[in-house]
């Protein structure tokens, strides 16, 4: 009897979300690989990153955990950090252990593979590329800033990111995954910062816009200052087509449950809000719109509920439509 193969889904992004999403669907019988950005800059990340000459392991790191099936004390050791008065300090144990078996290995993806066996990781975590590459952004009023973590800090509006060196190479792996995919999902993460520097490695776009797979976009919940300042669900996706070749987003995923007037003043003072979803606007977009609740709240944030968006996910999956 012929065995029934698990559909192939990938998932492009960075940050928390792309970490918070991936603990979900990893429960599901899929095949899942994630393609995480390699832009950050900032802690120790940038750290590692400016003195050994690597990729930055933060985000790489945290999806790692994500996917990991180990006991929770090495999941915790993992993701340890440091709060010491010397070098260690702010440094977490699991991005030196990734910097240390680059140095063993004498490559980043070859370290961030091995890293999986150890965690027993389900699906595979592949950089956007085999380097660091450096975020830049024009701002509307023409000035540059450089440095993915000093982009929502500048004070000024986005006009579009771009990447350099201009070299960049993506993995044939990365490429193989996204060709091969049943279902390509966005997001959810921070717009310029953790989703476009992984569609904007040469290639890695392009073949997302020619892939015959399904493609759903997951909104964020909140308005980032700095980034997407009273965006709304639409200025999302139409941020994204002004730095691709295409309009390639099929289904958009939004959330339908109010956010508690507790928390909304709590996210006021970093300026943030609801994203509202403008509906009409993005049908106007020829998207299909999935309303649900799929908030939830911690410790006095939002996240989206990993589970229940993994089961809408699956579901799409699962749909011959």
């Known amino acids: 009897m012929r065995q029934i193969q698990p559909k192939k889904v990938v998932i492009i992004g960075g940050g928390t979300g792309l970490s918070v999403l991936l603990r979900g669907l990893k429960k599901h019988p899929i095949d899942l690989t994630a393609i995480v950005t390699v832009a950050d800059d900032g802690g120790s990340s940038g750290r590692l990153r400016d003195e ?68 027993n990781v389900r699906g595979k975590v592949l950089p956007a590329a085999n380097q660091s590459v450096v975020l830049h952004a024009e701002m509307e009023d023409g000035t540059i800033v450089s440095g993915e973590s000093k982009i929502p800090y500048s004070g000024k509006r986005i006009k579009r990111v771009f990447l350099s060196p201009g070299d960049i190479q993506p993995l044939p792996e990365t490429i193989r995954a996204i060709r091969e995919a049943d279902l390509i999902i966005v997001g959810p993460g921070s717009l310029y910062t953790s989703i476009l520097p992984n569609l904007l490695v040469p290639q890695i776009g392009e073949e997302v816009c020619q892939a015959a797979a399904k493609k759903v976009y997951i909104c964020n919940l909140m308005t980032q200052a700095g980034e997407t300042l009273d965006f709304t669900a639409s200025d999302h996706v139409k941020a994204i087509y002004d730095h691709m070749s295409c309009a390639f987003i099929d289904t958009i995923l939004v959330n339908n449950d109010p956010i508690p007037e507790y928390i909304q003043e709590k996210y006021k003072e970093e300026r943030a809000k609801p994203v509202f979803y403008d509906v009409d606007l993005l049908k106007s977009l020829g998207l299909n719109v999935i309303f649900d609740e799929i908030a939830i709240r911690e410790g006095g944030v939002v996240r989206h509920d990993t589970n229940k968006v993994a089961e809408i996910l699956f579901r799409l999956i699962q749909d011959k439509k």
């Not at 180990?70 to 991005?95: A, I």
């Open 52 to 119: 050994l000459k690597i990729p930055p392991p933060g985000d790489i790191r945290n999806v790692l955990a994500a996917l990991s099936d180990v006991e929770p004390l090495v999941e915790t050791l993992f993701q340890h950090r440091f709060s010491t008065k010397n070098e260690l300090s702010g440094h977490s144990l699991g991005n030196l252990m990734i910097a240390a078996l680059t140095s063993i290995t004498g490559d980043f993806v070859h370290a961030v593979q091995e890293m999986s066996k150890v965690l």
